[in-house]
């Protein structure tokens, strides 16, 4: 089977396997991804995840000293999930909302980034807190000595 491609000026021109010094060269619909992504050590993940962690991060970066301790029991009750003791301080920190009160933006960060974090892999999960530590090793420094303390409560 021949094919035929339209040339400038000379009307058709038939293409076929032994026309193979023309290539055709189509551009990628997809970006490009730089080499050094690609021979990384972490797993790649998915865009999408990846802009969610520079959300979270950005957010972290304006968030208060409380604002930051809250979310710091919240990581660590999603990194030790069957200990009871991350569990009761999480639960103090719950507030009943007063009447028409809609939640604060912070309140909806936190929902946001519940909702993301469940639906990471553990690997992206992993990443995030590797991320977290080059941007906050101080916050995640805290992180693994209250994940430590919570070793032996249940």
Known sequence: M????????KGRMPLDSSSSSMQLSFPSPLPS????????SPPPMSYITSQEMKCILHWFASWSGPQRERFLQDLVAKAVPGKLQPLLEGLE???????????CI???????????FR????????EFVRQLEINEPDFVAKFYQAVAATAGKD
């Open 106 to 116: 912070f309140e909806c960060q936190l929902r946001l980034w519940d909702q993301w």
């Open 119 to 126: 639906g990471w892999a553990e690997e992206e999960r992993n």
């Open 33 to 40: 991804v730089p080499d050094n992504f690609t021979n990384s």
């Open 2 to 9: 021949v094919s035929r491609f339209p040339v400038r000026g």
């Open 93 to 103: 920190q719950l507030s009943v909302s007063g009447g028409n009160r809609p939640p």
